[in-house]
Structures are given as structure tokens and as C-alpha cells.
């Protein structure tokens, strides 16, 4: 077997390290929600999960081939999976798909052909090559017509200043956390080794225009942002509008080299002189800078909480384990409880790979019935190993929205056990979820309240072919 390969009319050499977001995979390398793209940043090979892979020509976003028998834009008609699936170039030369559990779903067909590298190249093929350089297979998608993107790929495990990522990724370097921007699902989102999406992923809102056409980008000035589609109609519209940003400038100017993803999952902003100015959405002036982090955390002790008085007789809530129990305290309106229950349980999906089910089991005892949320705490069992608390009450029944009180179990401040902030329906699924994985923190939620102190869903939905995301 050679000891050196034809790549583009390069030699290359077998013990040159394919590097994470860079245009190569070698023999037993996988991708992972992750991306490859050409030397020249005109095309990327992307992993969307489960066993989807994607050309895309960069400069105007347009996929050239796919590994699935559906197109692109009816991704949402895929077998959805979570977890961690996989693309990998196994040792037989076969690209294999396979699903969070290894099950093979999809592959080149090209087990013994002595394939030992997969390769993205400058005209927009994709390529195996075995030991002497020769293609076993290819996506035959090469053309001599190449436009490069208005800004340069950020490779590795980080994006320097006038980089940027558009349907590409971060990886850190142990492979651990990887930083995707999606257009197709509308966001930007950091997952963990599980695959599992960290506290810092932004998602574009549903009535953002061109919120499946953004980008991400690190400016001059110290932005760390997401523009919107490059140009409108011919115009250039990449500094006109603006979908998020990190709000380090004007506000808090500081001249920025780079943005790096953490082995420990932490997404950092980085001065020129190495110090970090930002660190996963706040900057280093902010009270929350120098504890945030995006690592899953384990469940912390719960503390007894100080007694509040209920009448005598009272039962104990009914033993759940994780199961949130969702406790009714007003019985005026049997409607209104059915719609709350019936909306809370609905699934809610957010991408292919992300459907949020609330594990909620309704509580209705009419011994609970005028209970506050400090009575009902008292009464969860001390076994119990829910995060949280709901309560449908009074306020649940009349208003349009039911909303519900989200009561928190899971601190290890006794001050803080039973604080409680009001949530629609539709938005427990993602709270609930979250809290119960110690995926992101009571704060998160709590801080993102609209200017009526009701937290409503803060990813935006999508709506899969042949499923009702409203309930009835």
C-alpha cells in the first residue's frame, strides 16, 4: 500500500491527521452532526443527524446531493432519532450511516474496495480514494463553474475574526461538544457529548424573516452575531439586519481574535492578548460570567424547606420518581383543566433529531383544592426525584393562555426552593426537559419571561409532515 496519496493533485501523506472541519475523513473517523468542507470554502459535506448527509454549495446555500431519499426541504418526512448518530469511514472502505443505537442505515456500497479516505474537493465532488489515489466512488457533483462564499469557513475548533459558519461546525478538540449552525432548523446550537443541546444554542424565531438564511460571523468591532441572508432581491443586506448578536459592542467594545469551543463545552470569546471577554451568551462584566457553563450537571441534594402549614389530613403527593407531577388546586372549570393537561403532553418539535415530551403526570385530588405552591411543596415526597413542580390554579383557569406555575424542587439555596415563575403549556415541554437533565439552570427560564412574566416557548417550532402541533 502506498505511503502517499493523490489529493487534488497534491501528495499527501497516510499519516497527515484529518482535521475536524476540514476536508478530509480517514479510515475509523466519523462525523457528528459535524461538517467538512473544501479547501477553497466553496462547498461542505454536513452530517445533520441521524443518517442524513448534505452537499451544500456555499455561496448561495443550494444543496447538490444528499444521502437520503428525500430532499432537503422535506427533511421533517425522515425517521426522527436522538441521541448521538454517525457517519463513518470503516475500516472496509464503506461510508456507513448508523442510527444512535449503530444500526446501519445507508452506506456507499463500497465495503473491499480498499477505501481509506473520504475527500471534499475544489470543484465540488466528493471522493473516495483508496491506497493509490484512484476514486472508488463519488457523488459526481464536480462542476468548473466555483464561486467562493463572502466569508471564509471557520474550521477546527474555532472562528476567527472575519470567519464565519453557515450550515458548518465547531468541534472542540476532544470531540466532545460541537457548535453546528443549522439554517434548515432555523438556529445555532452547541450539543454535548450525548448529543444533547448544551445551555447556549440560539434559535431564530419563527416570524424572523429569512430566519432559515443566516449565518454566523465574529466582526472586526467584537459582534459575535447572525446576519440574515446575505443579499435580498440582489441587494446586500449583511449589515442591514441582524438576528441575534452577542452584545459585546458598542456597549462593551474590546478588540476580539477568536471564538473557541472548550473541551468543557464552555463557548469562549477571546481578546487579542488571549483573555476571555465572553463566555457562552454573557459578557465578563456580567454577574452570571464567571459561573456559566455547559456542562450537564448532576442533580444537586434537595434541602427540607421550611415548613408552611396545611390542613390537617392533607394527603402526600402521589409518588412520581422523575414524573413532574402537575397538581390541580382549582376546580372551577373542567374545560380549562383538560386543555392545559391535553396542550402540556402534546410533543413538541423542534428539529428532525429535537422532540421535547413532557414526562407530566396530572394530579387531580380535590384534597389539593385553594393549596399554595409552599403548602404543596411540603407534601412532595422526600423520595421524590422530580426537578420541578406544576400547578394548575386559578390563575391557570382564567386566563386565555392556562397559564401554568412552574415551582422549583432542585436547589441547593433552601431560600430559593419553591420559587415559582408562570409558563404557557406549549413551553413546558422544553422547560420541563431541560430542568429534569440539569441542561440548563431554574435562572435560564426563569430571566426569559416576556414583559408579563409568562414564559412561553423560546425555540421555534416546526411542524412535521402529518403531525398536529396544536391541540384540540
Not at 392545559?340 to 384534597?367: G, K, M, W, Y
Not at 422544553?430 to 412561553?456: C, H, K, P, Q
Amino acid at each position: 500500500m502506498s505511503a502517499e496519496h493523490v489529493s487534488d493533485g497534491k501528495m499527501f501523506r497516510k499519516d497527515d491527521v484529518p482535521m475536524t472541519g476540514g476536508h478530509r475523513l480517514g479510515v475509523g473517523e466519523s462525523l457528528r452532526r459535524q461538517s467538512l468542507t473544501s479547501l477553497n470554502d466553496a462547498f461542505t459535506l454536513k452530517h445533520f443527524g441521524v443518517d442524513e448527509l448534505i452537499l451544500v454549495r456555499n455561496h448561495d446555500r443550494e444543496p447538490l446531493w444528499w444521502s437520503s431519499d428525500f430532499h432537503p426541504e422535506d427533511w421533517w418526512q425522515k425517521r426522527s432519532g436522538t441521541g448521538v448518530s454517525d457517519v463513518t469511514l470503516q475500516p472496509d472502505g464503506n461510508l456507513v450511516a448508523h442510527d444512535e443505537d449503530g444500526t446501519p442505515l445507508w452506506s456507499t456500497g463500497t465495503a473491499g474496495s480498499g477505501a481509506e479516505l473520504l475527500e471534499v474537493r475544489d470543484d465540488g465532488d466528493v471522493v473516495l480514494l483508496d491506497g493509490a489515489g484512484d476514486i472508488v466512488w463519488h457523488t459526481d457533483t464536480a462542476t468548473a463553474d466555483v464561486t467562493l462564499p463572502p466569508f471564509p469557513v471557520a474550521r477546527g475548533d474555532h472562528m476567527l475574526v472575519g470567519q464565519s459558519l453557515a450550515d458548518q461546525s465547531l468541534t472542540s478538540p476532544n470531540g466532545q461538544y460541537v457548535l453546528v449552525h443549522d439554517r434548515r432548523h432555523g438556529g445555532t446550537f452547541l450539543y454535548g457529548p450525548q448529543g444533547q443541546i448544551t445551555n447556549w444554542y440560539y434559535s431564530v424565531p419563527s416570524t424572523y424573516p429569512d430566519s432559515f438564511g443566516t449565518r454566523l460571523v465574529l466582526e472586526e468591532d467584537g459582534l459575535f452575531l447572525r446576519w440574515c441572508k446575505d443579499e435580498i432581491n440582489g441587494e446586500d443586506v449583511r449589515g442591514l439586519r441582524k438576528a441575534w448578536d452577542s452584545l459585546t459592542t458598542p456597549r462593551f467594545p474590546f478588540h476580539p481574535k477568536q471564538i473557541v469551543v472548550r473541551d468543557s463545552g464552555d463557548l469562549e470569546m477571546l481578546d487579542a492578548d488571549g483573555e476571555v471577554m465572553w463566555r457562552n451568551g454573557y459578557t465578563r462584566d456580567h454577574a452570571k460570567f464567571a459561573r456559566s457553563s455547559n456542562r450537564p450537571r448532576a442533580k444537586t441534594t434537595r434541602k427540607s424547606a421550611r415548613r408552611s402549614k396545611v390542613p390537617a389530613g392533607t394527603p402526600r403527593l402521589p409518588p412520581t420518581d422523575e414524573t413532574v407531577p402537575l397538581v390541580r388546586t382549582d376546580f372551577s372549570d373542567n374545560e380549562a383543566w383538560a386543555a392545559t393537561c391535553a396542550q402540556i403532553a402534546l410533543p413538541r418539535h423542534f428539529s428532525e433529531d429535537d422532540i421535547f415530551t413532557a414526562d407530566v403526570e396530572p394530579v387531580d385530588n380535590a384534597a389539593y383544592a385553594g393549596l399554595t405552591a409552599a403548602q404543596l411543596v411540603t407534601l412532595v415526597p422526600a423520595d421524590a426525584e422530580c426537578a420541578i413542580l406544576l400547578v394548575a390554579d386559578t390563575t391557570t383557569m382564567e386566563s386565555a393562555e392556562h397559564h401554568v406555575l412552574v415551582v422549583d424542587l432542585d436547589d441547593d439555596d433552601i431560600d430559593n426552593r419553591g420559587r415559582t415563575f408562570r409558563a404557557t403549556p406549549p413551553a413546558i415541554p422544553e422547560i420541563e426537559t431541560n430542568l429534569s437533565l440539569a441542561n440548563m439552570d431554574w435562572e435560564y427560564f426563569a430571566d426569559s419571561a416576556d414583559d408579563d412574566g409568562v414564559v412561553r416557548p423560546m425555540l421555534a417550532e416546526v411542524r412535521p409532515s402529518g403531525v398536529d402541533t396544536a391541540a384540540d
